[in-house]
Structures are given as C-alpha cells and as structure tokens.
C-alpha cells in the first residue's frame, strides 16, 4: 500500500546524457565495477539519472542468464549461491550476485554477513556481489531488483545470481524474473518453520534439498514429489530434485548440470522468449502502475490535495470509492 | 510486479444497486453473517459488484477499532487472537478475525487449522472468522485486507483483529492499515529463525512475548528496549512489552489492558485521527494505481498491446523505460 512514488523528475527526465552519466555508462560496458556500483545505487535509491542510465544500459543487456534461488530463512541460500558462484567461476563465466534480504534479525547479522562474503571473494574480479538492503526501504522490491539484474546483465556478467527469502509476495515476484528458478528446502524444519510462500513451490524449474545428510531428507523429496505430482506445468519439465550440503560443496556440480540441462530445454523451440515476455509484461505493467500514479499525482491532483483527501476519508466526510472513480474519469480533462 | 488488474467493469460500472446487491448491503449493515461472507467473497474476487458494496457500506463503517496482530512463524498468533476474541466477548464486544496467510506448508495444516478454529467459536455468533486464503492469489493482499476489513466494521463489529505472518512487505502493508499494532516474539527461537520483516518492529505500539515461560524472555525483552532506545517515536508512547502464555490464557487481560491504554493514548488531541488519514493515504495511492493503470490497459493501450510490447522488449526489440514514458505522455491525447 505504501509504495513510494516513483520522482516526478524521472519520468519527464529530457533526454540528455550529461557527461557524469556517459562516463558512467561506459565504465559499467567496460565492465567497470566502480562504476556499476554507482549505477546501482542511481537506481535502488530511484534517483532522477536512473531512467537515463537504464535506457542507455538497456541495449547492452539480455545476454545474462538469471538465475533465482530462493528458500526459507536458515536454507543455507548464500552458501549454496557462493559456492554455485565458484563452479561457475572454474568455467571461466563471471557472476553477479544480487541478495535481497527483506528480513533482518536485531542483530544485523545479514549486514555483517555480506562484508565477510564480500572478503571472501574479494581477490576475484570476477564475481561482484551487491546486498540490497532493504531496512527502511518500501516497496517496489522486484522493480528495483529487475533493474540491478539489467545493469549486472549489461556490465558483461555471464551469470546474474538472485537470492532472496522465500516468504512473501514481494519475494515471488523477485524469483518470477529470473529465467531459472531455483527453490531450497531443509530436511528437519518441520512444517511451522519451512514456511515458505506456497507460490514459490509452483514456480520452481529446479528443487534443491539443502542440509541433505540431515534426517528428513527423504521425506522433504517425498513432500516435493506429492506436491509434483499435483501440478501442472505447461512447458513439459519435471523439476528435478538436487541434494547437497552446499557447506561443503556437495552436489554443488549436480546442481549447475542441472541448470544447464533446464537452460538447454529453454531453448528448444520459444520456450525462452515465452518466459521471458512474461516476465516484461510484469515489469512492463508495473513500471506503467508507478509512472501513471507519479503524473496523476504531481501534475494533476497535487500532493497537498491527497493528503487532504485522506484527511476527509478518514473523517468519514468522502468515501474512497467513489473518489478514486471521479479521479479516474477526470483523466486527461484537465491535463 | 504480477499484480493482477482490477477488473474493468469494476471502475466504471454505472451506479445502479440490483435487488441482490440491496439485500446484500442490509444483511451486512444488520449484521447477517451469510450476507457478510457473500460481501466479503465478491470483494476478495474482485468482483465487478465488488466497488458498489463498498460504495453502499463505506458510510456504515469507522467505528470498529482495527488491531493487527503480527510475528514470526509459530509465534502462536491464532491462539492470541482466539483468546483476545475471548476476552472481548466477555466484555460484550462483538469481534471480527480475518486471518491472513501469506505462507503455507505442504500439509494444508492451515486450512485445516481454521476449521477447528471455527468450530471452537461455532456457538458463538459474536465471533465472526474469515481466512483470507492466498494460496494462487497474486498480490494486492492488502488492499483486500483492508476492504474485507471495512466491510466487517459496516457489520457493526466492535473490534476487528487482522492477524498475518510478519515476513515480508505485504504483511508491513497489512498491518500498517490497523488502528493498533501488536508484534509479537517467542523466546528461544534464535535470530535465523526469529526472520520478520525489519520494518514490523518499527511499527509496533504494543510488543507480545508468547511462550513467556520458555527460557530466553528475558534476552527478548533486552532485545527489544535496545531497540527501542533507537527508535524514535513521534507520539510520545513508548511500547509496552507484555508477556503471554496464551495457550494458557496468561497474560491476555494484561494485554486488553495495553491496548485499552494505547486507545486511550490514541484518542488524546488528533493521533487518532492522523494515523487513519495516514492509513487512508497509502490505501488512496493504491487504490489509484490499480485504476489508472486498469483504464490505461482497457480503454488505450489493449490487452494484446501489452503482449506485444513484452514480446517486443523479450526479443530486444524495444527499449521499455522509453515505452513506459511514451505510454505516459500519449495519456490524455488519445482518451
């Protein structure tokens, strides 16, 4: 509900590449982590640039594959990512990592995490990880993630890793852009704590049964299976199920042959493309929901003019209903 | 981003109230629980009557008190909010629960918790229980809570308890829409399980301890009084921290009592009203959004269109910031 509005200045932005931006736009091609942190940061606080920067980067885009791992808190996703990222650093691919964390325990632990996995990989160039902390941020989660995964894609990296906590709406939506999706369950949880959205487990490509010399693991592939045998995909996959104990790498090369035997299915016939335009019609509406609301807002009915109406549905004096119609209606009158 | 579009007919549908709407609207207002559920299931559908109903009940509504309950997987918020109900009726207030569940586990264990929670209430008609089940529903989550919660009030509830998994920014969203917010915490669960979202304990004006009587309370509470020492409230009300067994029924009186303290609170000058008009806004902007971009989509722009356009930005054919910023400034010229 309390989504920002996307700023005024951004969606009317003339087009005009200042030279700040150019160098910035170059350095993120050239592969320029310096710049691509700058670039990402642009975007994730939505400052005015960022549509420039996104537009410019745009056709220098869609030759990444993304990927998105997603699972209940304690799965063991940035282990499994990490050590994905080195399997796919011994093939000679670059990665990108974008972790999302829309939770947080008190003690920040996630914070200090990233800093420790940030050293650990620090030596190699060619993986860069991001952390996008979502602490007092609103909103507008898989937006702003689509677009750090375009200008990874446009900086060059071979692969674009998504990890995020499989728990909410906001959480689907991240996964749903990735062009695989990967979904990690724990042997052991129990079913109060393996809480995950239950749309995740219908948007899985591949399953991975983390923690997997743990007691339980056969009855998690148990679980996986029933839940299989219930759904129906369209594309003529079976999910298959990857165990490992991503702590010690196990299953970490069964995992990535999976990906590639998925990836290699994807492109039989348009099955990529198809999934592909699903996802921009998400992106596409979206982008349209937030640059809409943003020109009714600033241009037509005011921000003072919104409180007060807010201020009078919560008297009771005007009802909400009936408001939001006449706003409608009157669109493009008064323009 | 897949947020689903409110149904065209719904925005412009001409304001005529058929005899089944009629009766609808009275059995809500004279508190006819089967015309409730029938209100309730149109608006959560979306229904194309859906803005009509709410249109008719909206000026019957504002007097219930909204308390949202909210906290980690297994917090035992169901059980809470059975025993707060409770207490409530024995103070002669009528009680209206909508429980949200954005996760689910593999066993269903949910659904089939509401019915035994149902049944537990069943001779009691000053109970009314409603599950918002979301398995397959896409977003707008708290959207709908909150009309579902508006209808409720039009029934003539005293007290509506909106309970959620605190996890992700659906669930902020939904309990930033109560009157009052209740966060709950158990002891002993540990900071990788105890995920929920950053934002909640921010926003809470009564903090629960459940399972007090577990070892690990007492570093609870140090936890949150740290936390409090770095929040900064405008409203001069420092959160109680009050603590339950509630499958017991301890310590429920004690929180009636904070909530009746909070409300007391509330009604002192304009908070009241300020955290409504607050609420109000987000709920407009939303409402807004959902609108505009169904009339841009309808009346403009075509469903098939925005097939094509996500075809076209898949295939890398088309740039879609640009897109979006076109589609925006052409609003108005072709309406």
Same mark, same amino acid.
């Given at each position: 509900m309390s989504r920002p509005v996307w700023p005024a200045a951004s969606v009317f932005y003339t087009y005009r590449l200042d030279s700040h931006i150019q160098r910035m736009v170059e350095g993120v091609c050239a592969g320029d982590a310096r710049q691509l942190a700058r670039a990402i940061t642009a975007v994730e606080n939505r400052r005015p640039e960022a549509i420039s920067i996104l537009k410019s980067l745009f056709p220098a885009s869609g030759r990444a594959r993304v990927i998105g791992v997603t699972g209940a808190p304690g799965a063991g996703k940035s282990t499994l990512v990490d050590q994905l990222a080195r399997e796919y650093r011994r093939r000679q691919k670059t990665v990108g990592i974008i972790a999302v964390d829309p939770t947080s325990p008190f003690s920040g632990g996630a914070i200090l995490g990233d800093r420790i996995r940030m050293l650990s990989h620090?030596?190699?160039?060619g993986i860069y990880i991001r952390s996008? !902390?979502?602490?007092g941020a609103l909103g507008g989660l898989a937006r702003t993630t689509a677009d750090v995964a375009t200008l990874l894609d446009s900086s060059g990296r071979d692969l674009v890793l998504i990890e995020t906590v499989g728990v909410g709406q906001d959480e689907v939506d991240i996964v749903r852009l990735a062009d695989i999706t990967v979904v990690m369950l724990v042997p052991g949880m129990g079913d109060d704590v393996q809480?995950?959205? !239950?749309g995740i487990m219908e948007i899985a490509d591949i399953f991975v049964i983390n923690k997997?010399?743990?007691?339980g693991a056969e009855r998690v592939e148990r679980e996986i299976r029933a839940l299989q045998s219930l759904a129906s995909r369209t594309d003529r996959w079976t999910p298959p199920i990857v165990k490992t104990v991503a702590s010690e790498g196990a299953g970490i090369e069964l995992l990535a042959a999976a990906l590639d035997q998925y990836e290699q299915h994807l492109r039989q016939g348009t099955l990529l493309l198809e999934k592909k335009a699903r996802s921009w019609r998400a992106r596409l509406l979206e982008m349209l929901r937030d640059a809409l609301l943003e020109r009714v807002i600033h241009q037509q009915v005011g921000e003072g003019t919104v409180e007060q109406f807010a201020t009078e549905v919560a008297e009771h004096k005007r009802d909400p209903y009936t408001l939001v119609e006449d706003l409608v209606a009157g669109l493009g009158r008064s323009s």
């Open positions: 620090h030596s190699d160039p996008m !902390a979502t602490r809480t995950i959205k !239950a997997s010399d743990r007691e």
